[in-house]
């Protein structure tokens, strides 16, 4: 791994994306719809401590505070940051209000069936927790069906909570994204 992590600084623990599958199949078939509150906030706690160990190794690396990167560097840092981890590759880019994560090969990424929502509830969490600690306050995170539907993609909406709660309101009363995005960015 190129991270300069030091485990005698932050305890790490890593788990196979199968391991992470097992888990989530075991609390829905244990906690059904409450599952997904429980890996979300089991998601935003690994992306605070994520967020610690992201500002180390920029540090490290030489980089100073992630709020004295450029957006391009920062935006290559992170898709290095958690392609080296194993979660996959990422893009971010802001729409409007709000920002826009696009995970290609990603590491919670399951098949569905037809019909069935994404349902990659330990990442919206751990990007609610990733992407808060390093703006330093609270982020929310969507998780929206990819553009692409390709297989291992997962999108995910960042922004402040009540934007993102306008936006989910219009996408259940039938507003694709890009109008829900452009009502709520007026």
Same mark, same amino acid.
């Given at each position: 791994?190129?991270?300069?992590?030091?485990?005698?600084?932050?305890?790490q623990l890593?788990?196979?994306?199968?391991?992470?599958?097992?888990?989530?199949?075991?609390?829905v078939g244990?906690?059904?719809?409450?599952?997904?509150?429980?890996?979300?906030?089991?998601?935003?706690?690994?992306?605070?401590?994520?967020?610690a160990?992201?500002r180390?190794?920029?540090?490290?690396?030489?980089?100073?505070?992630?709020?004295?990167?450029?957006?391009?560097?920062?935006?290559?840092?992170?898709?290095t @940051?958690?392609?080296?981890?194993?979660? !996959?590759? *990422?893009?971010?880019? +802001? =729409?409007? /209000?709000?920002? $826009?994560? %696009?995970?290609?090969?990603?590491?919670?990424?399951?098949?569905?069936g037809?019909?069935?929502?994404?349902?990659?509830h @330990?990442?919206?969490?751990?990007?609610? !927790?990733? *992407?808060?600690?390093? +703006? =330093?306050? /609270?982020?929310? $995170?969507l %998780?929206?069906?990819p553009?692409?539907?390709?297989?291992?993609?997962?999108?995910?909406?960042?922004?402040?909570?009540?934007?993102?709660?306008?936006v989910?309101?219009?996408?259940?009363?039938?507003?694709?994204v890009?109008?829900?995005?452009?009502?709520?960015?007026?």
């Amino acid at each position: 791994m190129a991270h300069a992590f030091d485990p005698t600084q932050r305890a790490q623990l890593v788990i196979a994306p199968a391991s992470l599958h097992v888990l989530h199949a075991a609390l829905v078939g244990a906690l059904g719809p409450a599952a997904a509150s429980t890996l979300q906030a089991a998601g935003y706690a690994t992306g605070q401590e994520l967020a610690a160990a992201f500002r180390a190794w920029l540090d490290a690396l030489g980089d100073g505070a992630v709020e004295s990167l450029a957006l391009p560097r920062f935006e290559q840092r992170l898709v290095t @940051f958690f392609r080296d981890l194993g979660w !996959g590759d *990422l893009t971010l880019r +802001a =729409e409007g /209000p709000v920002s $826009v994560v %696009e995970a290609r090969d990603w590491a919670e990424w399951q098949p569905r069936g037809d019909g069935e929502p994404p349902a990659s509830h @330990f990442t919206t969490g751990m990007l609610a !927790g990733f *992407l808060g600690g390093l +703006a =330093e306050h /609270p982020l929310a $995170v969507l %998780e929206l069906e990819p553009v692409d539907g390709a297989e291992g993609t997962c999108r995910f909406l960042v922004g402040n909570e009540r934007v993102l709660n306008d936006v989910y309101d219009r996408l259940q009363q039938g507003d694709e994204v890009a109008a829900a995005l452009a009502a709520v960015g007026r």
